[in-house]
């Protein structure tokens, strides 16, 4: 396994400024988000920086929510980075399922099964798997953005489409204050992990006692090793399923993501703290 970084995160940073940085300090693996179109210039850094590589394409996208015409224009987006993906030879590319808010689970798993099986066959023939990440994405969407947050809905995602090229980004810092197992997920879908995630979740007692779990505030994001998540455990679940891909940091953390220059700082504490497991 190797610990690299997310580049949606950084604000104030080019893109050759996130290379060269991540290259300083043994980052040897990056989610490039928002994959610009000049792969050129993407190809220039990788040559420059041979000891960074890219493990993983990243677009932010709901998929599902809008008319045929405004799903067909985000899909078109995802099939040009699994194009690029195969022309650098990136193997996944990490995205949301998505979720038409103002329709019930069962009623999104049609929409999905329709946007989604296209696209798996664009990737299973380019050799590009997708990996789903678990966000729940509440913040998006009052009602919850993306169906691929839960174990259950896993389940019934997964069976409407078996294909191997549809897989998942495991960050277990959403399972926290969802209160779900992160470690029987972990043990369940473990041939369906394809990137994790490294970020942890801080829940805070005494403002869930007074708001509820409906309420805002009473969870965060935090560094790797300053919330509640069992990383030895953790880890120990990636060795018994024979995970050794990389494990980019997600630095949400709000006391280490002002700006860059802290960003940086926090990125390099988890950094510290993961490299003793990989």
Same mark, same amino acid.
């Given at each position: 396994?190797?610990i ?5 995160? /950084?604000?104030e940073s080019?893109? @050759?400024?996130?290379?060269? !940085?991540?290259?300083? %300090? ?5 989610? =490039? &988000?928002?994959?610009p179109e000049?792969?050129?210039?993407v ?7 041979? &000891? ?14 809008? &008319?045929?015409?405004a +799903? ?5 987006? =995802?099939r040009?980075?699994?194009e ?9 590319? %990490?995205?949301?399922? *998505? ?7 069962e009623? %999104?798993?049609?929409?999905?099964? @329709? ?8 990737? @299973? ?7 789903m ?13 993306n ?13 409407l ?15 926290? !204050? ?8 972990l043990?369940? /879908? *473990?041939e ?27 969870? +965060?994001?935090?560094?790797?090793? !300053? *919330? ?5 455990g953790? /880890?120990?679940? =990636?060795? @018994? ?8 940091? #997600?630095? #949400? ?9 802290? =960003?940086?700082q ?6 510290? /703290? ?5």
């Amino acid at each position: 396994m190797e610990i690299g970084v997310l580049t949606w995160m /950084f604000k104030e940073s080019s893109l @050759e400024d996130i290379f060269a !940085w991540a290259s300083e %300090n043994g980052l040897s693996s990056l989610q =490039l &988000d928002g994959c610009p179109e000049d792969l050129d210039r993407v190809k220039a850094l990788l040559d420059k920086y041979p &000891d960074v590589e890219i493990h993983v394409l990243g677009r932010a996208q709901n998929y599902l929510v809008g &008319d045929a015409s405004a +799903r067909e224009k985000r899909a078109a987006l =995802l099939r040009r980075d699994i194009e690029a993906a195969a022309e650098l030879g990136i193997g996944v590319v %990490n995205v949301f399922a *998505g979720r038409d808010p103002y329709k019930t689970v069962e009623e %999104n798993l049609p929409i999905f099964a @329709e946007v989604f099986t296209p696209l798996v066959e664009v990737a @299973e023939r380019y050799g590009v798997r997708l990996a789903m990440e678990n966000c729940a994405q509440r913040n998006w969407w009052p009602a919850g953005g993306n169906l691929a947050s839960t174990v259950e809905n896993w389940r019934m995602l997964f069976e409407l489409i078996p294909s191997p090229y549809l897989g998942l980004t495991f960050d277990p810092s959403h399972f926290v !204050w969802q209160g779900m197992d992160y470690l029987a997920a972990l043990r369940e /879908f *473990g041939e369906r992990v394809y990137y994790v995630h490294a970020k942890d979740t801080e829940v805070l007692q005494d403002q869930l006692a007074v708001k509820g779990i409906y309420g805002q505030g009473w969870w +965060r994001y935090r560094l790797p090793g !300053w *919330g509640s998540i069992d990383w030895v455990g953790f /880890f120990t679940g =990636l060795m @018994e399923i024979g995970y050794e891909g990389p494990v980019g940091i #997600e630095a #949400e953390d709000p006391l280490w993501s002002e700006n860059d220059a802290k =960003l940086k700082q926090g990125i390099l504490k988890a950094r510290d /703290f993961l490299v003793r497991f990989v």
